[in-house]
């Protein structure tokens, strides 16, 4: 069975999950569906990042220990994901001991290849974005990537030869085009890496919250070293080598575009030390303001995905973040803009074809309609096998904008084919019944392919549609295909989405 590992970035626990965070989850996890759903064996992974300064300052504040606030901000996002209805294989924190032993491990292993040595550290950093930072690359001597203060720090650390890995992580960028997307994002990349590659610092001595590098307890290694590891401890990497090399290297590594160089500088200079295959691809998404503003606790308009989910629906709120903007660009979140949607697309179009369909099937055919004696493909279902190529090809290629445009154009046309065919006209004919059997076959098997398509992206409504189908609850890669049922006996159920009213 071909395999598939997809990975979210381990989320910091400073933070309070938002829509950022929901965000790249939910992508992550429509794709792992998607992928389970094809017949792949799928290895998707999310967690926590616990380690560093700015957790052990925030612990220090709120007199507690490092490791307490981190036990205590880990539920938020693990009872998050439970509510978006997420799908992760494996949840890793950074304080667990198979982490800290992959972490020891690539040290040694990069250590041994001569590319870490001991020096002095003598530059800025940023604590907020644990970010060492030039002296050219501050803007008005502030953070260039959070616009805050940093400080001067002069300490013993240890070195990182980046510099070395400069034109091979070129080379692999111009091999490779699909190593990093959006193109607009690898070719920021190029041109950062093109403008000089120095050495990193990788250790730190003047806090305590981190994994003390191999040999020399002084030092804690810097906090990207051990997060980025995350991946590799996630794959059995290095007690279990068996199933590190089946599922390593990653398919796809989502993050939002802030951590992109870490991602595509950083990460694969790692690697390349290490002696350990590179991801497949890197994919940084863009950012969500709200109502055009954005995103700051100081306007108080973070959205917090539980309000907006315990409001709307999770279904609709999953569909709403990736209906509403082609992924890799920047959105807006609006609460009119999920309305609009919820009202239209989702209990409309989608809502009413479903009601309307199996109510004819229960009224005129009592619950239950077979596959007529040499019937063939008609009306939407004549161009099901472009539908569902156009569709393959969208998610394959994480165009989550184009694959549910593919699904709702074929809604729109199955519900033209109930207008044009009048159901219930023929139903009044005895003698049409041939016809009318023909017809609502039709539109439950155009009803399957629907719920087989939005799985991946609302799971409750996939499956709810299968179940009034008469179905078994999750769709595979044999629902690929018209024609394929021979019977549905069907069960009339609640709106599946309620209309909001202004």
């Known amino acids: 069975m071909e395999k598939f590992y997809i990975t979210t970035p381990i989320y910091y626990v400073n933070d309070v999950p938002h829509i950022g965070h929901a965000y790249t989850t939910i992508a992550a996890d429509i794709m792992a569906r998607y992928k389970r759903m094809m017949g792949f064996d799928v290895l998707f992974a999310t967690g926590t990042d616990e380690h560093g300064q700015k957790v052990e300052k925030t612990a220090l504040a709120n007199r507690e220990t490092p490791i307490e606030l981190a036990n205590r901000v880990v539920v938020r996002f693990k009872d998050l994901w439970k509510k978006l209805d997420i799908s992760n294989d494996d949840f890793i924190r950074t304080t667990e001991e198979r982490h ?248 409309n179009d989608l809502g009413n074809l479903v009601s309307r369909s199996i109510t004819m099937v229960e009224r005129y055919l009592g619950g239950s309609v077979s596959r007529p004696e040499g019937h063939h493909p008609e009306g939407p279902l004549k161009g099901v096998d472009n539908l569902l190529e156009g569709y393959r090809k969208a998610m394959d290629s994480l165009d989550f904008h184009r694959a549910l445009n593919h699904v709702w154009s074929f809604i729109s046309e199955v519900n033209r084919f109930i207008d044009r065919s009048t159901p219930w006209v023929l139903a009044k004919d005895p003698e049409r019944k041939g016809e009318l059997t023909s017809i609502l076959y039709t539109l439950m098997e155009a009803l399957r392919i629907i719920g087989c398509l939005i799985y991946p992206f609302m799971p409750g409504t996939g499956e709810e549609m299968r179940r009034r189908l008469g179905l078994g609850s999750t769709p595979s890669s044999r629902d690929f295909r018209a024609d394929l049922e021979e019977t549905y006996r069907v069960e009339k159920g609640a709106p599946l989405f309620k209309r909001i009213e202004e």
């Open 100 to 347: 800290k032993k992959a972490v020891e491990a690539i040290f040694t292993r990069v250590k041994e290849n001569g590319d870490i040595y001991l020096g002095e550290y003598e530059d800025w950093y940023c604590t907020p974005c644990e970010t060492f930072i030039t002296e050219s690359q501050l803007v008005d001597g502030r953070c260039p990537d959070c616009g805050r203060e940093v400080e001067r720090l002069k300490e013993e650390s240890y070195f990182f030869r980046m510099s070395r890995y400069q034109e091979r992580l070129l080379e692999h960028i111009e091999r490779h085009p699909d190593f990093i997307e959006p193109e607009s994002k690898r070719n920021e990349i190029v041109s950062f890496v093109k403008g000089g590659l120095r050495d990193l610092s990788i250790s730190r001595t003047t806090f305590t919250w981190g994994i003390p590098v191999p040999g020399d307890e002084r030092h804690v290694i810097y906090v990207w070293f051990d997060a980025l590891t995350n991946y590799l401890t996630v794959c059995g990497f290095p007690d279990d080598m068996e199933r590190f090399e089946h599922y390593w290297p990653a398919d796809v590594h989502l993050i939002g575009k802030d951590i992109l160089r870490f991602h595509a500088v950083y990460w694969p200079t790692f690697l390349m030390s290490a002696g350990l295959p590179l991801p497949r691809k890197i994919f940084a998404h863009g950012w969500w303001t709200v109502e055009g503003k954005k995103m700051s606790k100081s306007l108080g308009n973070v959205v917090d995905p539980n309000k907006v989910v315990d409001e709307y629906g999770v279904d609709a709120f999953r569909y709403f973040l990736f209906r509403e903007v082609p992924f890799g660009l920047d959105g807006d979140f609006s609460i009119a803009s999920l309305r609009h949607r919820i009202n239209g697309e989702l209990a």
